[in-house]
């Protein structure tokens, strides 16, 4: 039997700026990764996107980034480990009060963008996260890049850890995604967006943009919510694993 997370990157809009298309997108994902105000979001928007997912029924999880509000969080920052666990303890304070409020539980904790990717390469910024995540709550799930450095040092520092895979992002061959500003980044075919997850989750391989096969594994499939065709994506990769005969289901059982 297989089993899968459906995920997706929420509550990123600020202020007068809606971004994403959460309302429709909630219904059909397992988790959402709620921005907790760095790089996006903002308190009215944090409490908003937890009331849609407690009445969805779905898991939340903390979606911690730079302070980099006009970067949306994608420009890389140079942080101490020290800076790097404030940034992230601060961000889950912030949304576990709101969480509190509304009677529900914090499932995972996944970084967002350059400090995502960034933590994929570098331990010592990987490890500095794991320790914010270990001493705010020890029980919470890691979500990380399959075969990256944050899963190691998750794994390492005895913190639970679920290996995330993207149907709407390429891969370069050494497993990491491919910088968003060259070719092969992002992913808009939808049969082809379809046929990579349904391989990574079963055959735990995809193919990187070089043209060759990598091995990958899929415990959380994301599709980004404010992407063109996010919505499209999530309804069609849901149709296609219950055809595949694949369970979706939230990270923590």
Do not use: W
Request: charged fraction near 25%; include cysteine; proline fraction near 3%.
């Amino acid at each position: 039997m297989y089993r899968v997370d459906l995920n997706s990157d929420l509550g990123e809009s600020f202020g007068r700026y809606t971004l994403g298309m959460d309302d429709k997108i909630i219904p059909l994902i397992t988790s959402a990764n709620v921005a907790c105000g760095y790089h996006a979001s903002d308190p009215v928007v944090m409490s908003k996107t937890i009331a849609r997912a407690k009445a969805a029924k779905i898991q939340v999880g903390a979606h911690p980034g730079f302070p980099d509000l006009m970067g949306f969080g994608r420009r890389a920052m140079k942080v101490t480990p020290e800076e790097a666990k404030a940034y992230v303890l601060y961000q889950l304070g912030a949304l576990s009060g709101f969480l509190r409020a509304q009677k529900m539980e914090m499932q995972h904790v996944k970084p967002h963008g350059a400090l995502y990717n960034m933590a994929a390469k570098d331990y010592q910024l990987s490890k500095a996260i794991c320790e914010a995540v270990k001493e705010f709550d020890s029980s919470l799930i890691i979500l990380a890049l399959s075969g990256g450095e944050l899963a190691r040092a998750a794994a390492d520092m005895g913190l639970l850890v679920a290996l995330e895979v993207f149907a709407d992002r390429g891969y370069e061959e050494d497993g990491t995604l491919v910088d968003r500003g060259k070719e092969g980044a992002m992913i808009t075919d939808e049969e082809e967006a379809i046929q990579r997850v349904v391989r990574m989750v079963k055959e735990q391989k995809v193919t990187a943009v070089t043209g060759r096969d990598i091995p990958i594994k899929a415990d959380s499939v994301c599709v980004h919510g404010d992407g063109v065709k996010a919505l499209a994506f999530v309804e069609r990769i849901r149709e296609a694993l219950v055809r595949e005969e694949i369970e979706i289901g939230p990270l923590r059982i």
